[in-house]
Structures are given as structure tokens and as C-alpha cells.
């Protein structure tokens, strides 16, 4: 019987066909290999579900809704599946950097004490520069 993945990766998607495959390959390339990947496709009319037919990944899980029902329900849908001890959440024209995973959950093992964590972004396509979440209780 296999455990639990340490983390479950939460993607909702709504006609991100375009952008889709490659926020998908970023994780399942990623350097910490222990993590499921929910994609919840919110009733997209592009062709999403033929593109996710093609991933053969067992790490994979894929629920697909009738009709777009908006991100938080998609969202709330996604996180009803997951069984990770923790929770990443991806937007599907988002990309992740190999060691992504490996590094929050070395930070979250490290520091029990916190409940939440993020990283950088680094923007793309038309938009460019990084933005950095803030550090200080007061300003989160």
C-alpha cells in the first residue's frame, strides 16, 4: 500500500490549451518526484481534454466538469481530491523551475511553525520583472 504523496500540485484550467502543456511538463519534471498533480478542467471548449488525454503519468489525476463553473469552484474541486500533506497551487500558464517542490518542502519540513510559503515570480510573455512576496507579518 503506498502512502500519501507529500504534495499535491492543484491546477484548475479553464481554455489554457496553449499554455497548459508546458505548466504540466514544469512539474512533472520537477527535482522532488513525491506529489500528486490535480488539473481540474472547468468545462473548457478549446481542446483541453484532448491535450490532457495525452499525459500517461500515474502521478496524474485529471477531473473534468460539464460546463465552467469559475476558479473558486474548480479550485474548491481540486483541493476536495487532493491527499498530500501539502498543498501548491499552479495557475495553468504558470511555470515552475525544476527545483521548485524540493525547495518548499525542505522549507516547510524545516519550519513547522509556518503555515504558508511562495516564492518569486518571475514574469513572461508580455510582461516583464519579478515580484517578490512580502516577508513581514505586517505586510502580509
Known amino acids: 500500500m503506498k502512502n500519501n504523496p507529500r504534495v499535491s500540485v492543484l491546477i ?3 481554455n489554457d490549451a496553449e499554455y497548459l502543456p508546458d505548466a504540466i511538463n514544469s512539474i512533472l519534471v520537477q527535482t522532488f518526484d513525491d506529489f ?9 471548449t478549446d481542446n483541453t481534454r484532448e491535450l490532457l488525454s495525452t499525459y500517461n503519468d500515474q502521478r ?3 477531473l473534468s466538469l460539464e460546463k465552467n463553473c469559475g476558479r473558486p469552484t474548480a479550485r474548491n474541486i481540486a ?27 525542505q522549507f516547510m519540513d524545516a519550519h513547522p511553525e509556518i503555515s504558508v510559503c511562495s516564492g518569486k515570480i518571475l514574469y ?7 515580484w517578490a512576496p512580502p ?4 505586510d502580509i
Open 12 to 14: 484548475p484550467t479553464y
Open 36 to 44: 500528486e498533480l490535480i488539473i481540474v478542467d472547468d468545462g473548457s
Open 60 to 62: 496524474l489525476k485529471i
Open 79 to 105: 483541493l476536495d481530491a487532493a491527499i498530500g500533506e501539502y498543498l501548491c497551487w499552479m495557475d495553468s500558464d504558470d511555470i515552475s523551475l525544476p527545483k521548485r517542490l524540493e525547495k518548499q518542502v
Open 124 to 130: 513572461f510573455h508580455e510582461a516583464d520583472g519579478i
Open 135 to 138: 516577508l513581514l507579518h505586517k
